[in-house]
């Protein structure tokens, strides 16, 4: 039984991979649920379960699952606030790890720590390792279902915890997880009084498909312009490589992969992942996410890039040299790996394959190059064949309007009635492309974090953090006071 | 095929109506599904048809189904207003008939008119004849899809219509109505500035069972002490003359039976329910409902039973030969019926139907009495037993805690960072019991309209209405002239 399934799982993730263009891989949200080797905190691995309807949405389908949380009352008084973080694609561990601001300012305010994990992600699992493997098992894969999770657990604990009835709730969530907390307060104010939502693309749906390329570009040209030179010119150096005989084993040689290219596609995506996760975890300090990396990556990675030379036998090759001095920077900065696996920036994992159907149905986050204001190679946005990659894989198609019809957004404006929501961006940040960076309403400020990268702020504080994320925090912490008061 | 499906939906109703004891029968929120002869407005019979996805919560089904509306732009300008009615349990055009106030303060407003089909309800059936014939059908009849069919119409009408892009909507309802259209506002305020939730119940769920009987039993009360007396000794005059020899027969031939009463709880039953639907429709002025009726149908009602003197072989036989010059007011005031149904106040329609499936998922809805503080008989609200009615006519189970969860109420100062509603309920309303009336926010205020039953405030201007209802509209006016601006 479980080998079918790992079977099917495996069969779907090579169907999406076969089956998708460069710009039509949904793109991952959250670098973070990749983490291996960063700081493990032993109150992210207190876990506990609840009991969760599989459907909130309708009432034939009775069965149940068991959720993951963690919960925590070192700081916490009664009658003082739960701080709810609104679990995104991956395992909950992970992101309770990474969000060292909840726990920073938790004494602050006596404060309940719960990181909730999302459905279907982790081992929230609503039909074990059965999942992934059908229809009419992922189809209760959806923000509204876990958000209806979040208020039946939010009202579990409220009413099992003494002292807690009255505990008023602040959500927090990064990316996906942003959205997350900003559509739970959004559609559930009667349950929290507040959301931080951080580098929350809620408009990435309705965003120009350039828009991600673009601020990925502009963080490697602020580093080094001639840098972003050598990446665009990078990838006809490539295409002319791959089309001489032999070409693709002298690709798949250069880069040290560990299996021979099948195409020049399968590099040029895994590159392009690369590219995007370097804007996206271009933090001030030293981290540890697919591998170790250092303070500033795009800064090394150009500084690689640029300064390498080296004794080749032509343009093309010197070129691609320097991708690959530059890629050791994101794939092999201690130099303690053999080889590289294009198939995937992490290891193949539930999370993915999550998000891979959320990207099919709700979250349709187009994304394209032109080439010119962008380092990256001319690609439409192609949503037919998007759709049609959806329904081979899963047997879904993707709904464009859905969530600006549940959500809003269409228009910015009509957010206006919706209340005390701190949308946070980084300008470092190529999701900021698809966040909110206009403020449309006194309550839901729209705050931006100068120099920095995917959610920053969410992170514990660091020594290397840039004064404006500081000034964030202390916003943050000014605005939750006003929501619990 | 239609022969089956009717076999089955006659089966399921029999089968609703024989299990069910005297409180765990659904009471229907909304009196005008029933209306026969009222005015007919030929502005409520100019359909339109919508294509809606029937499941919108899923993927996986990608079923569609033609959602009926009316659309009418007689007083309407490029730009202002759009009213919506969110339609409830029934036919749309009968609600369009009875909501008089949105055709009387259009004009004022150049306002759009649009009243928007409940789907499961009228002609918006998702699977025609079939929608009630099993689980796999009828599992999309919530609120939660009907809330989203109408953001999706909305969209369509304002993407469609020039002019309209803009237009700020009001959500009218009424009952049931009156819940969506608070929660429209609650879960949609992107797509509605303000609702006017006329006697919605929405807090009917987790209010005392006993509430409802005791303001039947205010509103006769009011008319006539005595009139309450004999109601509250007809239960057990009902019962002796039913236990004797000839005894059902004998009820039947009093009350004019149609067909021979089967058990004295069918009487029971349907004397039940017409109490409540006078209390209901209490209104100052003569209305065509399930038969013509008087001003003040209550003090009629009493003045019959009360002043009635009846050659009688006993004291229980006169009792019940008053109530049964009572019943006449109601069902049979300009004395043309020869015989009465007691299966039935109505024809039965899909809308019992669907009440019946919606009462026995999202809204419970506990009924009791305790023969001492009200004039029923005293009964307990027993929910297992109406669960398990439940799950033999349905196949489903009811979630007593899911519309606190989804819209709150549980604590109702939780529901003041909503905004721009207002609640109206009339004080001879039974519904008024889970109405909420108490601002717990200034832009949520509970509005009583004194001398008000069942959603007088939405009916037609009329020469015999209360000066409290007069004041109401005029503040409801008010408030949309600040939603909208």
Not at 24 to 43: Q, V
Not at 358 to 363: A, I, K, L, M
Not at 380 to 394: E, K, L
């Amino acid at each position: 039984m479980i080998n079918t399934t790992i079977f099917k799982i495996c069969f779907l993730l090579v169907l999406i991979q076969i089956s998708s263009a460069k710009w039509t891989k949904p793109r991952r949200l959250n670098i973070l649920k990749h983490s291996s080797n960063h700081i493990r905190d032993d109150r992210c691995r207190q876990f506990k379960t609840f009991t969760q309807k599989v459907d909130h949405f309708g009432y034939v389908n009775m069965d149940t699952y068991q959720q993951r949380y963690t919960l925590n009352t070192d700081y916490w008084q009664s009658g003082k606030p739960i701080f709810f973080y609104a679990g995104n694609e991956g395992d909950i561990d992970l992101f309770c790890d990474n969000t060292g601001f909840m726990w920073d300012i938790a004494p602050l305010f006596d404060a309940m720590v719960v990181f909730a994990e999302h459905r279907y992600y982790g081992q929230s699992l609503p039909y074990g390792n059965q999942s992934y493997s059908k229809p009419e098992y992922t189809r209760y894969l959806t923000s509204g279902q876990a958000l209806a999770d979040y208020a039946y657990l939010l009202d579990n604990i409220r009413s099992s915890i003494k002292g807690a009835e009255q505990s008023p709730t602040v959500v927090f969530g990064g990316s996906y997880g942003g959205m997350l907390a900003a559509y739970f307060r959004m559609k559930y104010p009667h349950v929290v009084v507040g959301a931080h939502a951080a580098s929350a693309p809620i408009l990435q749906m309705t965003t120009p498909c350039e828009s991600f390329s673009r601020i990925v570009t502009q963080d490697f040209q602020q580093e080094s312009p001639q840098c972003v030179d050598i990446i665009r010119s990078s990838w006809d150096a490539i295409n002319r490589i791959a089309a001489a005989a032999g070409g693709l084993r002298r690709l798949s040689a250069l880069f040290k992969l560990c299996r021979p290219l099948q195409s020049a596609d399968e590099l040029k995506n895994w590159l392009l992942d690369m590219y995007g996760n370097i804007a996206m975890v271009d933090y001030p300090y030293a981290t540890s996410f697919l591998a170790d990396l250092p303070a500033f990556p795009a800064r090394v990675f150009c500084a690689n890039v640029t300064a390498s030379s080296f004794d080749t036998i032509n343009d093309d090759e010197d070129i691609v040299r320097r991708i690959v001095k530059g890629t050791n920077v994101f794939f092999n900065y201690t130099g303690q790996t053999d080889c590289f696996d294009t198939g995937s920036q992490g290891s193949p994992s539930l999370g993915d394959l999550g998000w891979s159907y959320q990207s099919c149905s709700e979250f349709v986050m187009p994304m394209c190059s032109d080439g010119v204001n962008d380092m990256f190679e001319k690609q439409d946005w192609d949503f037919q064949a998007f759709s049609d990659m959806c329904f081979a894989a899963w047997s879904v198609r993707p709904r464009l309007e859905w969530p600006y019809i549940e959500y809003g957004g269409k228009n910015v404006t009509d957010l206006r009635y919706y209340s005390n929501i701190a949308f946070t961006n980084g300008n470092l940040d190529p999701w900021s492309s698809g966040g909110l960076r206009v403020t449309v309403a006194p309550t839901l400020p729209a705050i931006l974090v100068t120099g920095g990268a995917h959610h920053l702020d969410l992170r514990a504080a660091n020594k290397a953090d840039p004064p404006s994320v500081l000034q964030v925090r202390q916003q943050i912490v000014a605005l939750i006071e006003t929501w619990i008061s």
